[in-house]
């Protein structure tokens, strides 16, 4: 198939890109000629005004989904759990209420709907939870660095259940969106499967880098951020439907994570 990847150079893109031409994929430079379209492209940090969201995570998917739908191609859209909220106290599924708790959050769900209502366009969504692995920034780079330098962390205490997903394994659920009939029209939860505790997680990032994580108990309702709440995905209907299942174990994945930090 001949793809099309918008953000192409980002976190996502250059591990998809790869991923592409292993299953056989030609990934081209421009929206015509291509069959499939992946919009990777858009805004994800907090401190982007509400106009600059809305100018690149809605009317740019608006555009790249009118191109898709014009040159008939299958359009596979990138939004974000945290179209349903930032915590939740039971597993999320596609069918979960929708509750955006900040503007980017909000701009997702936007162009969500934006898409759907495309003529003619061949679409399926992906809502990942956090996503990690070699070149990932923000919070879960902050957490890695925190527990390479040894860094005391308030967070034996935590009792939560978060979903994560390796890059590698959003990559490889992409591609058999792309693949799959049965995905057009499709809205899919994407994890690595069992979610995991805080402390867990800082604990598997430390048997990754070889450093202990260093945790001391502090009442969790003071934490500041996600680290104390809960957002589990159940994402049994991708992998029910289209038979998905993650190809990279979570142990794989950090160990992968830590060596690309290792060798910055």
């Known amino acids: 198939m001949r793809v099309h990847v918008t953000g192409a150079g980002g976190f996502i893109g ?3 890109v790869p991923a592409l031409e292993r299953a056989g994929h030609e990934v081209r430079p421009a929206v015509s000629g291509a069959q499939g379209v992946v919009h990777l492209a858009g805004i994800a940090h907090r401190r982007a005004g509400s106009e600059e969201l809305q100018e690149v995570n809605v ?6 989904a009118r191109e898709a739908a014009g040159a008939g191609a299958r359009l596979i859209f990138m939004s ?8 939740s106290d039971h597993p999320l599924t596609e069918g979960s209420r929708l509750a955006p708790a900040d503007e980017y959050a ?3 769900a936007t162009a969500e709907a934006v898409l ?4 003619g366009l061949q679409l399926t969504v992906l809502r990942p939870p956090l996503v990690y692995g070699p070149h990932v920034k923000a919070n879960f780079f902050a957490l890695m660095k925190a527990i390479a330098r040894g860094i005391p962390l308030p ?3 935590v009792q939560n259940r978060r979903s994560f997903v390796y890059v590698g394994n959003l990559a490889d659920a992409i591609v058999r969106c792309l693949a799959e009939p049965r995905a057009l029209g499709r809205t899919y939860l994407v994890s690595d499967g069992a979610p995991l505790s805080t402390p867990a997680l800082c604990r598997a990032i430390g048997a990754a880098l070889g450093r202990p994580a260093r ?3 502090f009442p969790p309702r003071f934490l500041p951020g996600p680290l104390g709440r809960s957002l589990e995905l159940d994402d049994r209907a991708l992998r029910t439907e289209l038979g998905w299942r993650p190809p990279f174990a979570v142990e794989q994945a950090l160990r992968a994570t830590a060596d690309w930090y290792r060798s910055r």
Request: hydrophobic letters at 35%.
């Open 14 to 16: 250059r591990h998809l």
């Open 59 to 64: 009317r740019l998917a608006e555009r790249v």
């Open 80 to 87: 974000s759990v945290k179209v349903h909220g930032d915590d």
């Open 106 to 108: 909000r701009s997702k």
């Open 116 to 119: 759907r209502s495309v003529r």
């Open 155 to 157: 967070l034996a205490s």
């Open 215 to 217: 945790l001391f108990p």
